[in-house]
């Protein structure tokens, strides 16, 4: 099993839809959790940081269970921009980052 | 500001032939990582460097890879006596340092063996 899972996907999904991507992590320990961006053969960029409270940024919301150790991310009204694949990541140690896989999006017009 | 660099952007190495993969991270930054990105897969862990402590090298998959960062900042990843499952994208990252977390990649180096 590995450590940080996600659903590979492709989802497509209209333009205007809400669309939700879960990602379960195995390590307890972990402390800290993100979701990176990546474009097609471009690096990972930061989409932002995943709190025990939940956080929003705009059209975009994560959330942390820990009692079920998984963190999701939804995007409201989505845009054909959002098209890419999300990457979700969970800390081991103070340094140490696992990737998930990714999830990939694709935004319909 | 400059963000990472890395070089060669693609490079195209004979099975068995050594390789040497430079990253250019971000002033200032004093942690850096190199990751490996092969086809469908997520990023793997290679190696991490944080400051002038001795780097992380749990994650390299054997031997033959090594990697130096010299002064604190320049870091370069050699592969020896290259194999084609080592074809990948080589990425680079950087971090301000122990109290951040946000990692800022580089562009990466796509190497393919043949």
């Known amino acids: 099993r590995k450590e940080v899972e996600q659903d590979p996907g492709p989802f497509n999904v209209p333009e205007g839809a809400t669309v939700a991507f879960n990602c379960t992590y195995s390590?307890?320990?972990?402390?800290?959790f993100f979701w990176y961006r990546q474009d097609c053969r471009k690096e990972p960029k930061l989409l932002m940081s995943?709190?025990?409270s939940g956080n929003e940024d705009g059209r975009f919301t994560a959330q942390l269970n820990r009692a079920s150790q998984y963190i999701s991310l939804l995007i409201r009204d989505s845009k054909l921009s959002d098209s890419a694949t999300y990457l979700c990541?969970?800390?081991?140690?103070?340094?140490?980052?696992?990737f998930g896989t990714g999830t990939r999006l694709k935004v319909l017009a | 500001g400059a963000g990472v660099s890395q070089s060669p952007s693609n490079k195209v190495t004979e099975k068995g032939k050594d390789v040497e993969l430079r990253c250019d991270p971000i002033?200032?930054?004093?942690?850096l990582y190199w990751y490996r990105q092969s086809l469908g897969q997520g990023l793997e862990f290679l190696i991490y460097?944080?400051?002038?402590?001795?780097?992380?090298k749990s994650g390299l998959p054997s031997d033959r890879f090594s990697a130096e960062r010299t002064g604190g900042s320049v870091s370069t990843l050699t592969i020896q006596r290259t194999q084609q499952e080592d074809s990948a994208v080589y990425l680079c990252?950087?971090?301000?340092?122990?109290?951040?977390?946000?990692?800022?990649f580089g562009p990466g180096t796509r190497l393919t063996v043949t």
């Open positions: 990252a950087s971090r301000l340092g122990l109290a951040t977390y946000e990692q800022y």
């Open positions: 390590n307890s320990a972990s402390q800290s």
């Open positions: 995943v709190y025990s």
């Open positions: 990541v969970a800390s081991r140690g103070t340094y140490k980052y696992i």
């Open positions: 002033s200032g930054h004093t942690a």
């Open positions: 460097f944080q400051g002038n402590s001795a780097p992380d």
